[in-house]
T-cell receptor, first 112, second 115 residues
Framework: GESVGLHLPTLSVQEGDNSIINCAYSNSASDYFIWYKQESGKGPQFIIDIRSNMDKRQGQRVTVLLNKTVKHLSLQIAATQPGDSAVYFCAETGGGADGLTFGKGTHLIIQP | AAGVIQSPRHLIKEKRETATLKCYPIPRHDTVYWYQQGPGQDPQFLISFYEKMQSDKGSIPDRFSAQQFSDYHSELNMSSLELGDSALYFC??????????????FGSGTRLTVV
């Protein structure tokens, strides 16, 4: 079946560096994409979202890029901080009350 | 700001018992979603409700059922519990609008342990 997946299960970066987390999706009907951060034992926390009619969206220290041609989504975190350590999931949906399809998480590890 | 409230936070049940999980969405959110997350796994969509009607169905076992009430809170009923049902169960809510839902927000989850 169609799914959303991440390229790497673990990403280790130095504190202060920029982090890039990638995601590939296969459902061409997806029109809404969300990045979530999840800390151990907690619920997914919304980071940033993007709709299919956009290719870039920026938030505070985060940027999401969407390439619909190759069905690729990325999350860029600027100046990574220790508090950014978590598992990051991308998720997609066709909209409405459809459930989200999550990709496999990427564990972001921050090295001092 | 009000968030999605789930209760209980932790629940321990024996095999073949039943469990009921509750979810109170953010005020004015009319859509509720249930997800199951096993250890080290990504959340898996179970079921959703929009305006008190079932809207979308995912990988919810037949032993589970759910409903959304007039005040928009939702309950997930789980029967004949199995060891494999041990997981974190998350509820999320959003404001439905013309097939584009805004503000997906997750609760803190209920950790169900079946022994």
């Amino acid at each position: 079946g169609e799914s959303v997946g991440l390229h790497l299960p673990t990403l280790s970066v130095q504190e202060g560096d920029n982090s890039i987390i990638n995601c590939a999706y296969s459902n061409s009907a997806s029109d809404y994409f969300i990045w979530y951060k999840q800390e151990s034992g907690k619920g997914p926390q919304f980071i940033i979202d993007i709709r299919s009619n956009m290719d870039k969206r920026q938030g505070q220290r985060v940027t999401v890029l969407l390439n619909k041609t190759v069905k690729h989504l990325s999350l860029q975190i600027a100046a990574t901080q220790p508090g950014d350590s978590a598992v990051y999931f991308c998720a997609e949906t066709g909209g409405g009350a459809d459930g989200l399809t999550f990709g496999k998480g990427t564990h972001l590890i921050i090295q001092p | 700001a009000a968030g999605v409230i789930q209760s209980p936070r932790h629940l321990i049940k024996e095999k073949r018992e039943t469990a009921t999980l509750k979810c109170y969405p953010i005020p004015r959110h009319d859509t509720v979603y249930w997800y199951q997350q096993g250890p080290g796994q990504d959340p898996q969509f179970l079921i959703s409700f929009y305006e008190k009607m079932q809207s979308d169905k995912g990988s919810i076992p037949d032993r589970f059922s759910a409903q959304q009430f007039s005040d928009y809170h939702s309950e997930l009923n789980m029967s004949s519990l199995e060891l494999g049902d041990s997981a974190l169960y998350f509820c999320a809510s959003s404001e439905g609008s013309d097939r584009v839902n805004y503000g997906y927000t997750f609760g803190s989850g209920t950790r169900l342990t079946v022994v």
